[in-house]
């Protein structure tokens, strides 16, 4: 059988770190192993999580077009896709024999003539794969917000400060323009300095060149007076300040820029908010408190079209009486932690590559801004040079280190946040039932529930893969999901 490698990595610096010709290695020993004759080698460097997977699409079309089945031979599922988009393309090539997946590390063969435990298993690995890619995100979102909290600015310092590190963390602190930018708030707030004497007198003075706009930008920029400006809201920093705040509240005064906070509602904690659309309009289904009960109903935006009310416990009841009914046989629940098992053994691989690549570039990031002190101490490039290039080092640095912290804990907790969704999964009938935390049933139906719609009083629903195939149905476990539910 012909066979196309595939070997593929998410980055330019996966790419430098020697990981495409690894995988090959081992894909062409495996294809001499199992006598399959390799046309063609696919070396990717593309995000698997993208909307448009352009090399991977071009691969899909060459195999729709052969007139004889092909083997598509890869790594790891995750080397091949990390969501469920690719499931529907690769499923109907397997269904008419034209593709073979052979995904080497899990030993696992997908074709025509594969079992539901082989789908399974394919499914579970996607999931995992697209688990450990938002864990990776979350992480990120996690340490950041920490950072917010603990009034640490995120991006490259404003005018008047320079990114550096203290006690071998990121910082921000006053750099030799800070005296400049207390000059500036100071001339406007005298009220006799327009913004374009200030932008001429910059240039004048100091040789600083900037348009009307960005001294206005400074101008109205709270950072020199303690805070962060973050989604229109101010937030302490924990940094010098170089500005006070009667000066910088002048500024704004003469400006005619009053600031203003605004607020968020966030309203009662409903159940099912957000969560359902009427499958007559695809208007929201909105909730409704009235004499101390709940009621959910469209909300017609389109059109009215008679929608009705709908008692809160009347879709907990059709809620529970689905989820009653999807339950992972013993069978199915040792497949699925087999699958995590190995793809945590292989992203643990992988994190160690990663850390390794990541700490080599952070030390020549080091090194290198090293070096470029001594250079501009032997009077080799001129001070602009020198600040503008360490800008450029430590922002590198910065984003190295950041990407160390996240991936040091993404793994572990990837794994173990895996299989609490397994035992989420087993015992969600349980937990729907019996918790009263709202967040709880909330995630529970985001993680199993895909396309919900109100039917008048009657929910449809579709369960997302690959919990479709734990339906339990008169007593055996189907593998097609239940795609409506009629609640008398």
């Given at each position: 059988m012909k066979a196309i490698i595939l070997a593929r990595v998410s980055s330019k610096e996966q790419e430098d770190n020697n990981s495409i010709p690894a995988q090959t290695r081992r894909l062409l020993d495996y294809c001499q192993r199992k006598n399959l004759e390799v046309v063609d080698i696919k070396q990717l460097v593309e995000s698997s999580t993208k909307s448009n997977r352009r090399q991977f699409s071009e691969?899909?079309?060459?195999?729709?077009?052969?007139?004889?089945?092909?083997?598509?031979?890869?790594?790891?599922?995750?080397?091949?896709?990390?969501?469920?988009?690719?499931?529907?393309?690769?499923?109907?090539?397997?269904?008419?024999?034209?593709?073979?997946?052979?995904?080497?590390?899990?030993?696992?063969?997908?074709?025509?003539?594969?079992?539901?435990?082989?789908?399974?298993?394919?499914?579970?690995?996607?999931?995992?794969?697209?688990?450990?890619?938002?864990?990776?995100?979350?992480?990120?979102?996690?340490?950041?917000?920490?950072?917010?909290?603990?009034?640490?600015?995120?991006?490259?310092?404003?005018?008047?400060?320079?990114?550096?590190?203290?006690?071998?963390?990121?910082?921000?602190?006053?750099?030799?323009?800070?005296?400049?930018?207390?000059?500036?708030?100071?001339?406007?707030?005298?009220?006799?300095?327009?913004?374009?004497?200030?932008?001429?007198?910059?240039?004048?003075?100091?040789?600083?060149?900037?348009?009307?706009?960005?001294?206005?930008?400074?101008?109205?920029?709270?950072?020199?007076?303690?805070?962060?400006?973050?989604?229109?809201?101010?937030?302490?920093?924990?940094?010098?300040?170089?500005?006070?705040?009667?000066?910088?509240?002048?500024?704004?005064?003469?400006?005619?820029?009053?600031?203003?906070?605004?607020?968020?509602?966030?309203?009662?904690?409903?159940?099912y908010r957000g969560l359902i659309t009427c499958s007559e309009c695809g208007c929201r289904i909105t909730p409704d408190r009235s004499k101390g009960h709940i009621y959910y109903h469209c909300t017609q935006y389109k059109g009215k079209h008679g929608a009705k009310y709908i008692p809160e416990h009347i879709l907990t009841a059709q809620f529970q009486e689905i989820l009653g009914r999807i339950h992972p046989s013993d069978e199915q629940y040792k497949q699925v932690i087999d699958v995590l098992r190995k793809s945590h053994e292989d992203n643990e691989r992988t994190r160690q590559r990663m850390m390794s690549h990541f700490g080599a570039e952070l030390e020549k990031v080091k090194n290198r801004s090293e070096r470029l002190f001594d250079i501009y101490l032997d009077g080799e490039i001129t001070k602009e040079e020198y600040k503008s290039k360490r800008n450029v080092y430590n922002a590198k640095r910065y984003s190295l280190e950041n990407k160390l912290d996240s991936i040091d804990t993404s793994i572990d907790e990837w794994h173990s946040n895996s299989l609490a969704v397994m035992e989420l999964v087993r015992n969600a009938p349980l937990l729907f039932t019996e918790s009263s935390e709202v967040t709880q049933k909330r995630q529970i139906i985001k993680l199993l529930f895909q396309n919900l719609e109100l039917d008048g009083n009657k929910l449809r629903h579709k369960l997302r893969k690959p919990f479709d195939s734990m339906v339990k149905i008169k007593g055996c476990l189907s593998c097609v999901y239940t795609s409506r539910m009629i609640h008398k």
């Open positions: 691969i899909i079309h060459g195999i729709r077009t052969s007139r004889e089945t092909v083997a598509l031979v890869t790594d790891t599922i995750d080397r091949l896709q990390r969501s469920f988009k690719e499931s529907v393309q690769l499923d109907e090539l397997r269904k008419i024999n034209k593709v073979e997946l052979h995904f080497v590390r899990e030993n696992l063969l997908i074709s025509e003539k594969s079992n539901s435990a082989d789908i399974l298993r394919w499914d579970m690995g996607v999931l995992f794969a697209k688990s450990y890619v938002t864990q990776l995100t979350d992480n990120i979102k996690r340490s950041q917000e920490e950072k917010v909290r603990n009034g640490e600015w995120l991006s490259k310092a404003p005018f008047g400060y320079t990114n550096t590190r203290r006690n071998g963390k990121a910082w921000i602190e006053p750099d030799s323009n800070a005296v400049v930018v207390t000059q500036m708030f100071n001339r406007y707030a005298s009220g006799v300095f327009s913004l374009r004497d200030i932008k001429k007198w910059l240039y004048d003075t100091y040789n600083i060149n900037k348009v009307v706009g960005q001294v206005a930008h400074i101008l109205e920029n709270p950072f020199y007076s303690g805070f962060m400006l973050l989604k229109g809201q101010r937030i302490k920093h924990c940094y010098e300040s170089i500005v006070s705040q009667e000066i910088f509240d002048e500024v704004q005064n003469i400006k005619h820029k009053a600031t203003t906070t605004s607020f968020k509602f966030a309203g009662y904690p409903y159940l």
